[in-house]
């Protein structure tokens, strides 16, 4: 659940990384000249494709780290329901609330890494 009032800030549209707010302007797509000439191969690569032009490619060992990532991701909630319905301590379902965050900041960064 989102906080009331707080806004994502914008992010690279090939990286994810977080963007300056641009108080001129167009906003910026691209965290870099990197990034606007990776989304620029991609968009090139898939032209006269079946592959939409917006399409995540991700190769199969990120795939399969993704994957990874998921699972334990949906363990954590799992264990934070059943401490719940447990009525654990308020101390420990806290705990793994934090694990459960923890766990989904690092999904998030997984396009971030090179």
């Given amino acids: 659940m989102k906080a009331q009032g ?65 699972f334990e991701l949906r363990c954590s909630a799992e264990d934070i329901a059943t401490a719940v319905e447990e009525h654990e301590d308020p101390r420990d379902i806290r705990q793994l609330c934090n694990e459960l965050v923890d766990l989904a900041k690092n999904v998030e960064q997984l396009r971030i890494r090179e």
């Fill in 6 to 70: 707080k806004l994502k800030p914008p992010a690279c549209s090939w990286c994810g990384r977080e963007l300056e707010a641009s108080t001129r302007g167009r906003p910026k797509k691209y965290c870099s000249q990197s990034c606007r000439q990776r989304a620029y191969e991609q968009r090139n690569n898939v032209k006269g494709t079946s592959i939409p032009h917006n399409a995540v490619i991700l190769h199969p060992d990120r795939a399969e780290e993704l994957i990874d990532k998921l």
